[in-house]
């Protein structure tokens, strides 16, 4: 009886401070630090939230920068659903997936005969990558610019004053984010929708 006491009291005093003082904890110091981060990091234009920074999401217009292929959900970008791929090299159906998108990706430099950025086709570990690398973020430049109607070294320039560097000057690579760019790519090229 001792013994049945003593290991319920463990599972009690252990449930309060695992499962509520600790993640109590952690949320007033996460809102009192990071209170952006938090909650989400949601992004607001023209006084409504259009997405969060951190979740990628699609654009298909020719005007936007476009993300990396995702394959999370039926129609990918379903935050609920988030997962990659998860095809082996030897995968066919993942060789004709990269095919067609370095096809798609060559409509937007016509005769550029430089490879096409990884990260424009193949999706990431969690489908829900919201940055590209620098490279496949001006790869698509020219195809912004006809669509905007302006040259393609200022859609270039807005990229580049877009790219984020590396976390604490040494963690990850440098980056775009889709979103915050392609609002950007908006404020400086207005364009009906």
């Keep these: 009886m001792k013994l049945l006491l003593r290991s319920t009291l463990y599972v009690v005093v252990l ?18 630090l990071w209170k952006h981060e938090a909650n989400g990091s949601f992004v607001e234009a023209d006084g409504r939230i259009v997405g969060s920074a951190l979740i990628g999401q699609s654009f298909k217009e020719d005007r936007y920068l476009r ?13 609920v659903a988030s997962s990659g791929r998860n095809k082996g090299p030897t995968d066919k159906s993942l060789a004709e997936a990269v095919a067609q998108a370095v096809a798609a990706a060559r409509t937007d430099r016509p005769g550029d005969a430089r490879p096409v950025p990884a990260d424009l086709v ?6 829900l990558d919201p940055h590209l690398s620098p490279d496949a973020a001006l790869w698509q430049a020219a195809r912004i610019a006809r669509a905007r109607g302006v040259p393609e070294e200022r859609v ?7 790219v984020e560097a590396r976390t604490l000057g040494f963690l990850g690579q440098p980056r ?10 908006d404020r400086a090229f207005p364009t009906r929708p």
Excluded: H
């Design 15 to 32: 449930t309060v401070l695992l499962g509520g003082l600790y993640p109590a904890a952690v949320t007033a110091v996460s809102q009192l």
């Design 67 to 79: 993300p990396r292929p995702s394959a999370a959900g039926k129609d990918g970008y379903d935050a």
């Design 122 to 127: 193949t999706a990431s570990a969690s489908g």
């Design 156 to 162: 270039a320039d807005v990229i580049r004053k877009s």
């Design 176 to 185: 775009v984010n889709v979103l915050l760019t392609n609002l950007e790519l």
